[in-house]
């Protein structure tokens, strides 16, 4: 069955660095997504992406988040200057029509 | 607030037995969505609904719009069922709302 893959599974780095996190989604989906849960919190939507272009974003997905999808398979998040609070299971998913798919996460551990 | 809330919050259940979860939201959608998380944290998408009911398996969720509320049920509930299950929709602007989700454990 297809998967949305996520690397890496789990990234050390520290306060004020950037991180590049990295999806692959299923090739034939349209809609790409990036989530984020913060340990023993609910899954936060951060971002929705169609069209090459951002079609959705949350209040959290402030100027320090970006998104790109750079040759037409990857799917990135870019987190500019991590702080202490963006700790957190960062989780890609794509979709086509009803058929929606999660990736199984990055963990990002902020120091 | 809370846009979505679900019920209950944790659910301790004996093999076979039938199991609810309820979801009720407060905004507009065009979809509703169950999810499965593991205790690894993946999360698995089990059905998106935006109108009526979908079975699959031992799993059926329904959904009533007029009253902005959704249910997931597991007949003949196994250990290997026990997992946090997740109710999200997509509300106005395509925004995505969770729930806290409901823990469950099926016990032998």
């Known amino acids: 069955e297809p998967e949305v893959t996520q690397t890496p599974s789990h990234q050390v780095t520290q306060m004020g660095q950037e991180v590049i996190l990295r999806c692959v989604p299923i090739s034939n989906h349209l809609y790409f997504y990036w989530y984020r849960q913060i340990l023993g919190q609910k899954v936060e939507f951060l971002v929705s992406?169609?069209?090459?272009?951002?079609?959705?974003k949350s209040e959290i997905f402030d100027d320090q988040f970006s998104v790109e999808r750079p040759d037409g398979s990857n799917f990135t998040l870019k987190i500019r200057s991590t702080k202490l609070e963006d700790s957190a299971m960062y989780f890609c998913?794509?979709?086509?029509?009803?058929?929606?798919?999660f990736g199984s996460g990055t963990r990002l551990t902020v120091v | 607030k809370n846009e979505v809330e679900q019920s209950p919050q944790n659910l301790t259940a004996q093999e076979g037995e039938f199991i609810t979860i309820n979801c009720s939201y407060s905004?507009?959608?065009?979809?509703l969505h169950w999810l499965q998380q593991h205790p690894g944290g993946g999360i698995v998408s089990l059905f998106m609904?935006?109108?009526g009911k979908k079975k699959h398996g031992r799993l059926i969720a329904t959904i009533n719009i007029q009253e902005k509320h959704s249910s997931l049920h597991i007949t003949a509930s196994h250990p290997r069922d026990s997992a946090v299950y997740i109710c999200a929709v997509r509300g106005p602007g395509n925004q995505f709302y969770f729930g806290t989700g409901t823990s469950l454990t099926v016990i032998p």
């Open positions: 998913a794509s979709s086509v029509g009803s058929g929606y798919t």
């Open positions: 992406f169609y069209n090459n272009e951002i079609s959705e």
């Open positions: 609904l935006s109108s």
């Open positions: 905004v507009g959608i065009s979809a």
